[in-house]
């Protein structure tokens, strides 16, 4: 009976949960649709390199879609059996609440390992392989960096306009100001230009035709003036590129704890590197934790309908998401500790979890506290209910 009644229960979890996260992690790729389409149409970069990058992107995305989809799939799943009189079934039968307990604490685990592979490998493996794509294809199309009639600060030190890029990489109507030697800035015009890379070197040059260059200095007398029909202008690769350096979030846990003992007690690279650390073994446990909430939440006595199981899904994953991402902004800030602050909305859901499943075994309504005042305010009461 228990084998039967887990597997029931686990094939109930499973199609809410799988449709969930094909659509919840379609929604997170469809904000980035438009961005892929320019880049192959106007750009463009093939077909194959958008679709790595996709690929590449994916387990991060499923850091945050997999214990959203999880949430919602427990707590359809929980409703429907509400919904349909099955719970009032199986208790009639004599089975408790401890006996459904099993299938929905051992999907939650699944999923919090399966976070826990994306948090610990997965995502910083992607976001390494991502980072090397972009390279890869900056290299051999410098120009995607420039945005048309837009002032790119890309490139330290100059602002740089173009009016237009063309699909070839070439440029047109150019303007360039200069400041990285300070007591020489200078402003360049130019009616073309066309980037390239150097992998020798590791620079982009942008070669300029048919313009100006106009320079001045400290002294007011001091100016210079000068025409050109081509004209070189070596230019730093897009910070992303620069160097090997890697960002905490492409860093392995032993690069984590290395770059954590590198800084100083309380600098933001400190706490950013204590914060990620953290983080990849705070958002696994609170992967179980929301499945565990949804169960109490799915069986509650009162029917609201199936669709309330969504809503009501997405409400609690975006109650912890916010907790989550407001206690990481105050470590980076120094405002909490950076080692206690990632678990912070674990803490305030233990509590959470525990009351509703108490209150789920004693077959009280989730929250009382909230119908009393309004029945009092509004002086409803049940029948046969005696004024207080």
Same mark, same amino acid.
């Given at each position: ?5 887990y597997?029931?229960? !686990?094939l109930e979890? *499973?199609?809410?949960?799988a449709v969930?996260?094909?659509?919840f992690? /379609?929604?997170?790729f469809?904000?980035? *649709?438009?961005?892929m389409?320019q880049? !192959?149409?106007v ?7 958008v $679709?790595k990058s996709?690929? +590449?992107?994916?387990? #991060?995305?499923? !850091?945050?879609?997999l ?7 427990? $707590?359809?799943?929980m &409703?429907r059996?509400?919904?349909?009189h099955?719970i !009032?079934a199986?208790?009639s ?5 401890a006996?459904l @307990?099993?299938p929905?604490?051992?999907f939650?685990?699944v999923m919090?390992?399966v ?9 910083p493996?992607?976001?390494?392989a991502t ?7 900056v290299?051999?199309?410098a120009?995607l960096?420039?945005?048309e009639?837009?002032?790119n600060? =890309?490139?330290?030190?100059?602002? $740089? ?6 699909a ?9 100001y200069d400041?990285?030697?300070m007591? &020489? ?8 230009g066309q980037? /390239?890379y ?12 048919e313009?100006?260059?106009i320079r ?6 001091r $100016? ?9 202008v ?7 590129l620069?160097?090997d ?5 492409? %860093?392995s ?14 600098s933001?690279? #400190? ?5 990620e650390l953290?983080?990849?073994? /705070?958002?696994?446990?609170g &992967?179980?934790?929301l499945? *565990?909430i ?12 199936? @669709?309330?199981?969504?809503?009501l899904?997405l ?8 907790i ?10 120094a405002?909490?500790?950076?080692? &206690?602050?990632p ?5 305030v859901?233990?509590w959470?979890a +525990? #009351?509703?499943?108490?209150? %789920?075994?004693? =077959? ?6 909230v119908?009393?005042?309004f029945r009092?305010l +509004? ?5 046969? =209910?005696e004024?207080?």
């Open positions: 009976m228990p084998r039967t009644l597997r029931y229960l !686990i979890i *499973l199609p809410p949960f969930s996260l094909l659509a992690t /379609s929604i997170i469809l904000g980035r *649709l438009m961005r389409t880049m !192959i149409v750009k463009g970069v093939g077909i194959f390199e $679709l996709c690929f +590449f992107l994916l387990p #991060y995305l499923m !850091i945050f879609t214990p959203m989809a999880a949430t919602v799939g427990v $707590l359809m799943a &409703t059996l509400t919904e349909d099955e !009032i199986m208790k039968a004599g089975l408790s609440f006996q @307990t099993p929905v604490l051992g939650g685990v919090a390992l976070t826990l592979g994306l948090t610990l490998y997965g995502s493996l992607g976001q390494q980072r090397d794509l972009l390279k890869e294809v290299q051999r199309r120009d960096g420039i945005k009639q837009v002032f600060a =890309e490139f330290p030190g100059m602002m $740089l306009f173009v009016n237009r890029v063309a070839t990489g070439q440029m047109e109507g150019i303007f360039i400041s990285r030697e007591e &020489t800035p200078h402003t360049i015009y130019a009616k073309r980037l /390239s150097q992998p020798a070197q590791e620079t982009v040059f942008l070669q300029l035709y313009g100006r260059v001045w200095g400290k002294d007011v007398g $100016l210079q003036t000068v025409e050109f029909k081509t004209y070189q070596p230019l730093e690769i897009f910070g992303f620069k160097g350096g890697k960002s905490e979030k492409e %860093m846990l032993k690069e984590l704890r290395a770059a954590r003992a590198k800084e100083s007690v309380g933001e690279r #400190y706490n950013k590197a204590s914060v953290h983080q990849r073994f /705070s958002m696994p446990l &992967t179980l934790l499945c *565990l949804a169960m109490p939440l799915g069986l509650s006595p009162r029917h609201h309908g199936r @669709t309330w199981g969504l809503i899904g409400i609690i994953f975006l109650v912890y998401y916010v989550f991402t407001a206690s990481w902004r105050l470590a980076v800030s405002r909490l500790n950076p080692s &206690t602050a678990w912070l909305a674990n803490a859901f233990i959470v +525990f #009351y509703f499943w108490r209150r %789920m075994v004693r =077959e009280f309504p989730l929250l009382p506290a119908r009393l005042p009092k +509004f002086g409803r009461k049940k029948p046969g =209910e004024a207080v």
